[in-house]
């Protein structure tokens, strides 16, 4: 059984709203969100909203002592990432037991790329805090695979030959795993351990064939998002896109850091697929 008996989360976006809701559906733990002062965000049912300047370590480290944070869970974006170091300064503060950072997305560790550069920083300050981490690898959110291929009018984008498997789990998978694990799973399974996840995986041309789309390769995107989408697809095509990928050894991983590797820890559970959330 887990040890843990209230979680602080910080971001509410389409991923943390539903990790949120997750774990407030459980009843076994509190949950409360931080919110910026003056923010109109609201939370489901069950959740509280505390206002805190997250730039403010002691009225952070106020908030999880006066709420008994055991776990911090961190959703923000990319623009947010490195606001997570003064929540892991307030965290060892308030001697919290766990906090599970920002990853959500594929394999950080061992990367260089500026995006995947400024996780493993975070990764490591939580190290030399002392603080127990749990990183969660999930591959691409599979409601996001129209809006990562450029999908439209039939037609799919990528850079490559397109043949790379690549992982993808649905944010309600997401989400529930989250919930699942830190309400159940004993604390020793999950402190300072990355989790692998994976409901599906596809190369960009299997995913061509379940949308029935046709394949155009282009060697860089254009427009709104185009560097994002260009580095994201090139990165893909290394093999990158695999939760299990081991980018120090350039190979997928097995055993315990194989893509999928953690599903085990949410026993019974059947995992969307792809066809399954677009309906195909």
Partial sequence: MSSYKSVAVVGAGRLGTRILTALAATEKIAVILLSRPGSSKTA???????PV???????????????????????????????QKLLADAAKLAAVKLFVPSEFGSPTHGHTVEAYKAKNEIAAHLKSLGIPSTRIYTGCFMEFLPFIASYADGKITIIGKGDAPISYTSLADIAGFVAYVLTTVPSAQLENRILRLEGDRASWNDVAKLFKASVERVESFTGKDAEMRTGLLTLFETGAGSTGWDEPNKRDGSGSEAAGSANGLWPGHRWQTIKEVHSL
Wanted: cysteine-free; glycine content about 10%.
């Fill in 44 to 50: 489901p049912p069950g959740v509280l909203v505390v």
């Fill in 53 to 83: 300047d997250y730039t403010d370590v002691n009225a952070v480290s106020s908030v999880f002592k006066e709420h008994k944070v055991d776990v911090v869970l961190s959703t923000l974006g990319h623009e947010g990432i490195g606001m």
